[in-house]
Structures are given as C-alpha cells and as structure tokens.
C-alpha cells in the first residue's frame, strides 16, 4: 500500500512540470522572418521606389528633377516658330537678280534662232533707248510700242509691246519685224540699257517674224524664201518657229523647242528638223547682210 502512494505521487509531480513546461512555450509570440517569392527576407518595410523602377533623381520632361531643382543638362538646340531645329542649315536660294538660264542640248538649230532672236530683240531695245536719250522724236509705231513708258522717270526701256496692229522693223534687217520684246529685270541689265548696252540681258519674251520675201534668179521662176514666227516665252520655257498665219505659199508647219534641254514637239505633226534648219539658213543670211 505504501508502495502505491509513492508511485502516485511520483506521477503527479511528472505531470506537474510537464503542464509547467507547456505553459511557457505558449506564451512565445516571436515569428521568424519570411522570404519573399524570391528568395530575400521581408523585414517589414512596406515603403516602396519610383513606380517606374527609375531613380527618384531622375530629370522630368519640364527640365526640373523631381525634387524640383532645375537640371544641369542643356536642350540640344532651340527650335524655330516652325518647329525646326535652328542648328540645321539654311538653305540658300537663287538670288532675284538672276535670270532663268536656257539649255537646248545638242539641238544646235534651235540654240541658233534663239541666239539670234535675242540678238534681234535687244538691237531694238538698244535703239530705242538711244532715241529716247538723245531726245530725237518717235514714230507713231515706236510711240506705239512702247506701252505706257514714261522716261521721265529715269529707268530705262525694258519692254515693248506693238499689240496686233503694228511692228517695228529691225534695225539689223528689214525683212524682220518685231512685236514684242522684255527682258529679265535685272541690275546688271538696267545698268547696260542705260548705257545704250546689252551685256547680261537675257531675253523672258520674243515675237519677231521674217516676212515673206522672194527669189530673182536670173531665170526661171521667183522662189519664196524660208519666212516664219519666232517666239520665245519664258512663262511657257518654250520657243515656237511656225509659219506665218494666212501666208498659203508655204506648207503650214509649228515647232515647239523646251527652253530646258532642247526636247521638240510639232501639233501640226510637221518635220521640226528640217524646219528648224530652213528658218536657221535664212535668219543667218539676213543678219549677214543688212538691208
């Protein structure tokens, strides 16, 4: 009996510090520190960077960083009222004082009657700012022509225009007449019209023609030789050679030579290089003998 008393009290005082132990583990409230899905520990701090993963010194597009102090980098250059940057080039354009220039490529004929035209049209201009310097007095034609000119302002002629009713009469030749002529108003060509000159005109309008005149072979028949139109537009940049309207003698025939490269067209479907060659031959014949 005495036996079973001391096994029960034995029991009891293992059971007693058993339910002592349990007690003070419970009251344990420290966690060990957790990881994160990649692996560092998570000490807490839930404060977090610039959204944009960028630093939070990073310069905003108003040129100030985001502490609002203003940043060091300079723009890379100042755009324009259009909108373009002024460090590009500007470009240089041709000056107004510069005339159109005028290329007929290998077309020799119709390089020759321009070349002459213009040889034509500026002898008349010439003359007449010769007759207006030195006071002699007009023809009705040549008063005609001169279209609302007024030299008392000081300028020279540039421009005459006959209209339909008249023309003037070549003072290289008479078979050739002129209606029209202006040059390019440049400087250096008032400065050589004022002179009585024509260096560094170029010519922007022409309408001369080569009247009809006629062969006297000592026999045989009279021939009529080559005549026609010649026009020069810049507006247009073409010169046209055709024959002359209501003259039935001669195959109607019209050439239209670019200004810029020589390149011919014919509405009237008529042979250009040999009509080029016929009014080539004659104008050089006319200006090699004056009449």
């Known amino acids: ?63 100030e960083s985001s502490d609002g102090k203003p940043s060091d980098e300079e723009p890379s250059g100042e755009e324009s009222s259009d909108g373009e940057s002024s460090n590009e080039e500007s470009t240089t354009e041709k000056p107004a004082d510069d005339a159109p220039d005028v290329s007929f490529g290998d077309n020799s004929s119709a390089a020759a009657i321009h070349g002459h035209a213009v040889q034509l049209a500026l002898a008349q201009l010439v003359e007449l700012n010769r007759a207006i310097s030195e006071g002699r007095e007009l023809t009705t034609a040549e008063s005609t022509c001169l279209a609302g000119y007024d030299a008392s302002l000081g300028a020279p002629l540039l421009a005459i225009d006959c209209g339909d009713a008249t023309a003037l009469t070549s003072p290289l030749n008479a078979t050739i007449q002129l209606r029209s002529a202006a040059v390019h108003d440049t400087s250096g060509c008032r400065a050589s019209l004022q002179g009585l000159g024509s260096d560094g005109c170029s010519l922007s309008v022409i309408d001369a023609t080569i009247t009809q005149q ?76 004056p009449e």
């Open 1 to 63: 009996m005495q036996q079973f008393h001391a096994l029960k009290s034995s029991l009891l005082a293992s059971l007693l510090v058993m339910l002592v132990g349990c007690g003070s583990s419970g009251n344990d409230t420290t966690t060990p520190a957790q990881e994160d899905d990649s692996g560092a520990l998570d000490d807490g701090n839930t404060s977090e960077g610039p959204a944009n993963g960028g630093s939070s010194d990073e310069t905003s597009s108003t040129g």
């Open 214 to 289: 006629w062969s006297t072979p000592t026999s045989g028949l009279p021939q009529p030789y080559a005549s026609g139109q010649l026009i020069v537009d810049d507006a247009s940049r073409t010169l046209t050679v055709k024959s002359i309207d209501g003259n039935d003698l001669t195959t109607p025939f019209e050439c239209n030579v670019s200004l810029d490269g020589g390149a011919m067209s014919s509405p009237s479907g008529s042979p250009c290089t040999s009509d080029l060659a016929r009014i080539e031959e004659r104008l050089q014949a006319l200006l090699a003998s």
